[in-house]
Nanobody
Framework: QMQLVESGGGLVQPGGSLRLSCAASGLKFYTVGWYRQAPERQRELVADIAPGVGADYADFVQGRFAISRDNANDTVYLQMDKLKVEDTAVYYC??????????WGKGIQVTVSS
């Protein structure tokens, strides 16, 4: 079983930046996605990155967020710049193990507010 641990969330003002981290042993072998869920909204994919392949982003974060991975440390990052109030959500990372099955982290709160 894989245990994913997210860190780096918190409170930031609009226009600010945060970097989220997702760490787990063996993460380097899998596609990893960052998702988010705002109150009363469905969970949505923010960005994902596959081993040896480029990243994909949701339209609403294009040009503001960047996903990357440090294989030596089995960590995936989500750099979030130019944050907006509407980016407020619980952010989750997930490792796609096989089609239809992923391990998920517990989530971390990101709040963008003045």
């Amino acid at each position: 079983q894989m245990q994913l641990v997210e860190s780096g969330g918190g409170l930031v003002q609009p226009g600010g930046s945060l970097r989220l981290s997702c760490a787990a042993s063996g993460l380097k072998f899998y596609t990893v996605g960052w998702y988010r869920q705002a109150p009363e909204r469905q969970r949505e994919l923010v960005a994902d990155i596959a081993p040896g392949v480029g990243a994909d982003y949701a339209d609403f974060v294009q040009g503001r967020f960047a996903i990357s991975r440090d294989n030596a440390n089995d960590t995936v990052y989500l750099q979030m710049d130019k944050l907006k109030v509407e980016d407020t959500a619980v952010y989750y990372c997930a490792a796609l193990i096989i089609p239809g099955f992923s391990y998920w982290g517990k989530g971390i709160q990101v709040t963008v507010s003045s």
